[in-house]
T-cell receptor, first 111, second 113 residues
Framework: GQQLNQSPQSMFIQEGEDVSMNCTSSSIFNTWLWYKQEPGEGPVLLIALYKAGELTSNGRLTAQFGITRKDSFLNISASIPSDVGIYFC???????????FGKGTSLLVTP | DGGITQSPKYLFRKEGQNVTLSCEQN?????MYWYRQDPGQGLRLIYY???????QKGDIAEGYSVSREKKESFPLTVTSAQKNPTAFYLC????????????FGEGSRLTVL
């Protein structure tokens, strides 16, 4: 599958800080998604993006589908301890194919 | 409640043994997937199935086998040919036409002794 480069690899922040992470690829995707995985669990979908330039929010989370269709970013505002986990970006070329996942950004939040 | 169930959650096996991981969903999803997760490696696709009695290899299918005899079930067998089987295995399902929106099980952690 196509490679997704996700950064940063890990983040260690204080409660209340904003967080930004991104995902880039050399390939074009028609769908970008962001998932969160908590320890010992499976990932859970946070946000799905279907159009280039699309900006979508889910509570304190905001994600954007890059205009080139080769990147996406996720912002978390005013972080709280329960934001801890691994955040994965994922890209999909077209329906009928499987998702390609980035390697994840591990987020730690201290009270 | 609707969901996707993986079992067992933890599994130990000796080298040279085959082991089968179960994945069942009652979400009426057509598509099902198996991913392998290693620390720092993200999720890598092993096999996926878009419809009953059909499945495709993913990026790391060697040493694994699957079947899709029923819509609800997509078991994964880790064979003795898999050289490094110790990992966290995740099963997922999704609706056709709802691109990329997958529902994951809680995972199965396999340790080879």
């Amino acid at each position: 599958g196509q490679q997704l480069n996700q950064s940063p690899q890990s983040m260690f922040i204080q409660e209340g800080e904003d967080v930004s992470m991104n995902c880039t690829s050399s390939s074009i995707f028609n769908t970008w998604l962001w998932y969160k995985q908590e320890p010992g669990e499976g990932p859970v979908l946070l946000i799905a993006l279907y159009k280039a330039g699309e900006l979508t929010s889910n509570g304190r989370l905001t994600a954007q589908f890059g205009i080139t269709r080769k990147d996406s970013f996720l912002n978390i505002s005013a972080s709280i301890p329960s934001d801890v986990g691994i955040y994965f970006c994922a890209g999909l070329v077209n329906s009928g194919y499987a998702l390609n996942f980035g390697k994840g950004t591990s987020l730690l939040v201290t009270p | 409640d609707g969901g996707i169930t993986q079992s067992p959650k933890y599994l130990f096996r000796k080298e040279g043994q085959n082991v089968t991981l179960s994945c069942e969903q009652n979400l009426n999803h057509d598509a099902m997937y198996w991913y392998r997760q290693d620390p720092g490696q993200g999720l890598r696709l092993i096999y996926y199935s878009q419809i009953v009695n059909d499945f495709q290899k993913g990026d790391i299918a060697e040493g694994y086998s699957v079947s899709r005899e029923k819509k609800e079930s997509f078991p994964l067998t880790v064979t003795s040919a898999q050289k490094n089987p110790t990992a966290f295995y995740l099963c997922a399902s999704g609706r056709q036409g709802v691109n990329g929106e997958l529902f994951f099980g809680e995972g199965s952690r396999l340790t080879v002794l």
